[in-house]
Protein backbone atom coordinates (compact mmCIF):
# COMPACT_ATOMS: atom_id res chain seq x y z
CA UNK A 1 0.00 0.00 0.00
CA UNK A 2 0.98 3.37 -0.25
CA UNK A 3 1.21 6.11 2.59
CA UNK A 4 1.10 9.93 1.64
CA UNK A 5 2.98 13.13 3.07
CA UNK A 6 1.14 16.62 2.57
CA UNK A 7 3.89 19.31 3.27
CA UNK A 8 3.46 22.95 1.88
CA UNK A 9 0.73 24.26 3.64
CA UNK A 10 0.54 27.94 5.88
CA UNK A 11 -1.08 30.79 6.56
CA UNK A 12 -0.63 33.18 3.27
CA UNK A 13 -2.87 37.06 2.80
CA UNK A 14 -5.82 37.00 0.02
CA UNK A 15 -4.27 37.37 -3.62
CA UNK A 16 -1.18 34.91 -2.60
CA UNK A 17 0.06 32.10 -3.62
CA UNK A 18 1.10 28.28 -2.47
CA UNK A 19 2.09 25.25 -2.99
CA UNK A 20 1.24 21.47 -1.56
CA UNK A 21 3.33 18.74 -2.54
CA UNK A 22 2.36 15.03 -1.46
CA UNK A 23 4.79 12.58 -0.89
CA UNK A 24 4.07 9.24 -1.41
CA UNK A 25 6.64 6.01 -0.54
CA UNK A 26 5.52 2.47 -0.51
CA UNK A 27 4.32 2.07 -4.27
CA UNK A 28 5.06 3.96 -7.16
CA UNK A 29 2.27 6.03 -7.69
CA UNK A 30 2.58 5.77 -11.31
CA UNK A 31 -0.44 2.97 -11.12
CA UNK A 32 -3.03 5.63 -8.87
CA UNK A 33 -5.04 8.15 -9.82
CA UNK A 34 -3.94 11.33 -7.48
CA UNK A 35 -6.57 13.81 -5.55
CA UNK A 36 -6.51 16.89 -3.52
CA UNK A 37 -9.23 17.19 -1.30
CA UNK A 38 -9.90 19.83 1.73
CA UNK A 39 -11.73 20.51 4.56
CA UNK A 40 -12.59 23.58 6.42
CA UNK A 41 -14.25 23.78 9.96
CA UNK A 42 -17.65 22.34 10.61
CA UNK A 43 -18.21 21.09 6.75
CA UNK A 44 -17.95 18.10 4.90
CA UNK A 45 -14.49 16.98 2.65
CA UNK A 46 -14.80 18.35 -0.51
CA UNK A 47 -12.81 17.51 -3.71
CA UNK A 48 -10.43 20.53 -5.23
CA UNK A 49 -9.05 18.49 -7.89
CA UNK A 50 -7.61 15.04 -9.38
CA UNK A 51 -5.44 14.02 -12.45
CA UNK A 52 -5.23 10.54 -14.48
CA UNK A 53 -1.85 8.40 -13.88
CA UNK A 54 -0.40 9.61 -16.61
CA UNK A 55 -0.99 13.32 -15.72
CA UNK A 56 -2.47 14.15 -19.24
CA UNK A 57 -5.69 14.46 -17.82
CA UNK A 58 -6.72 16.95 -15.30
CA UNK A 59 -10.21 17.43 -13.32
CA UNK A 60 -10.70 21.07 -10.99
CA UNK A 61 -13.43 21.59 -8.78
CA UNK A 62 -15.34 24.45 -9.99
CA UNK A 63 -14.54 26.71 -6.97
CA UNK A 64 -11.01 26.30 -8.28
CA UNK A 65 -10.88 26.10 -11.68
CA UNK A 66 -8.23 28.68 -13.32
CA UNK A 67 -6.72 29.16 -9.66
CA UNK A 68 -5.04 25.88 -9.02
CA UNK A 69 -2.83 23.60 -10.72
CA UNK A 70 -2.40 19.64 -9.75
CA UNK A 71 0.76 17.98 -11.28
CA UNK A 72 2.20 15.10 -10.89
CA UNK A 73 6.27 13.88 -11.07
CA UNK A 74 6.15 9.89 -11.26
CA UNK A 75 9.94 9.87 -11.25
CA UNK A 76 9.98 11.81 -7.61
CA UNK A 77 6.47 10.19 -6.17
CA UNK A 78 5.29 13.60 -5.74
CA UNK A 79 1.79 15.10 -6.68
CA UNK A 80 1.72 18.94 -6.26
CA UNK A 81 -1.07 21.70 -6.05
CA UNK A 82 0.06 25.54 -7.00
CA UNK A 83 -2.83 27.65 -5.45
CA UNK A 84 -2.69 30.65 -6.59
CA UNK A 85 -5.12 33.60 -6.11
CA UNK A 86 -6.11 32.76 -2.75
CA UNK A 87 -9.21 33.36 -0.89
CA UNK A 88 -10.49 33.50 2.41
CA UNK A 89 -12.87 30.62 1.29
CA UNK A 90 -9.63 28.16 0.69
CA UNK A 91 -8.97 28.25 4.19
CA UNK A 92 -9.27 24.38 5.24
CA UNK A 93 -6.68 21.60 6.26
CA UNK A 94 -6.02 20.09 2.38
CA UNK A 95 -5.68 16.37 2.12
CA UNK A 96 -4.41 14.60 -0.69
CA UNK A 97 -5.76 10.58 -1.72
CA UNK A 98 -4.67 8.32 -3.95
CA UNK A 99 -6.64 5.22 -5.71
CA UNK A 100 -5.06 2.42 -7.80
CA UNK A 101 -6.23 2.05 -11.14
CA UNK A 102 -8.07 4.08 -13.56
CA UNK A 103 -11.20 5.48 -12.37
CA UNK A 104 -11.01 9.65 -11.73
CA UNK A 105 -13.71 10.46 -9.02
CA UNK A 106 -14.90 13.34 -6.94
CA UNK A 107 -16.15 11.63 -4.26
CA UNK A 108 -14.17 10.63 -0.79
CA UNK A 109 -15.71 7.36 -1.71
CA UNK A 110 -13.55 7.04 -4.73
CA UNK A 111 -10.51 6.83 -2.71
CA UNK A 112 -8.80 4.25 -0.25
CA UNK A 113 -5.38 5.68 0.57
CA UNK A 114 -5.51 9.02 2.47
CA UNK A 115 -2.89 11.46 4.15
CA UNK A 116 -3.10 13.18 7.12
CA UNK A 117 -3.30 16.35 6.05
CA UNK A 118 -1.67 20.41 5.85
CA UNK A 119 -3.38 23.26 6.89
CA UNK A 120 -4.04 26.14 4.56
CA UNK A 121 -5.09 29.64 6.30
CA UNK A 122 -5.99 32.52 4.11
CA UNK A 123 -5.89 35.91 5.72
CA UNK A 124 -8.55 38.54 4.48
Known sequence: QVQLVESGGGLVQAG???RLSCAASGRTISTYVMAWF???PGKEREFVAAITRSGGSTYYADSVKGRFTISRDNAK????LQMN???SEDTAVYYCAAEPGWITSRTTNGYT???QGTQVTVSS
Open 16 to 18: GSL
Open 38 to 40: RQA
Open 77 to 80: NTVY
Open 85 to 87: SLK
Open 113 to 115: YWG
